[in-house]
């Protein structure tokens, strides 16, 4: 199984909402990774975990609240969001010390109102 | 902060032609990554070139990596409708916690029938 998937597929939610979007993969990785892609640019990366513990932050505000339950799921809560967090939200796996290649989830598309 | 800087930023040809990407990064590297990704979903890993490899090729794709120009282009081959999507390249950093992917800002390909 090489496929990384990732719920809901759309989100909707309002600035004082809190919600949260989850991914789950099965090849064993033990990387984690969220990244946030605004229309027409590069996705960027937000948080990395590494054997269920949060190793890289890059310097994401604190409305975005990284989890990792396990080896196989990945959560980011969201709480308070501003309207200009509006993105594709993708995750991905890899291995952290074998091929770098990384596979992503098709995405939660976010829109905050 | 994106490192990568990809040419043309959009490019539209006949489906049967050839199209040729172009990447270009700033500081040292591992390895360098393609990916693809249709619109609005997850990326797809192409292909990996290693920073002591100058050429390689998986199937319908030719990837070049000069290290000296800090430079990288991707060839599809005999093109099909089915290859119009975004392209990115993406230097990976290392580290003991997964790969840190930094992507260029992408060619968006169109191929008409």
């Known amino acids: 199984d090489t496929e990384v998937t990732q719920t809901p597929k759309h989100l909707v939610m309002g600035m004082t909402n809190k919600k949260s979007l989850k991914c789950e993969q099965h090849?064993?990785?033990?990387?984690m990774y969220w990244y946030k892609q605004k229309a027409k640019k590069p996705p960027e990366l937000m948080f990395v975990y590494s054997y269920e513990k949060l190793s890289i932050n890059e310097s994401v505000p604190s409305r975005f609240s990284p989890e990792c339950p396990n080896s196989s799921l990945l959560n980011l809560h969201l709480h308070a969001l501003q309207p200009e967090d509006s993105a594709l939200y993708l995750c991905?796996?890899?291995?952290?010390?074998?091929?770098?290649?990384?596979?992503f989830g098709p995405g939660t598309r976010l829109t905050v109102t | 902060s994106q490192q990568g800087e990809e040419d043309p930023q959009a490019l539209s040809i006949q489906e049967g032609e050839n199209a040729t990407m172009n990447c270009s990064y700033k500081t040292s590297i591992n390895n360098l990554q393609w990916y693809r990704q249709n619109s609005g979903r997850g990326l797809v890993h192409l292909i990996l070139?290693?920073?002591?490899?100058r050429e390689k090729h998986s199937g319908r794709l030719r990837v070049t990596l000069d290290t000296s120009k800090k430079s990288s282009s991707l060839l599809i081959t005999a093109s099909r409708a089915a290859d119009t999507a975004s392209y990115f390249c993406a230097t990976d950093a290392r580290e003991t916690s997964g790969s840190r992917l930094t992507f260029g800002e992408g060619t968006q390909l169109t191929v008409n029938p």
């Open positions: 090849m064993g990785h033990r990387a």
């Open positions: 070139i290693r920073s002591n490899e």
């Open positions: 991905a796996s890899s291995q952290p010390l074998g091929p770098p290649e990384q596979y």
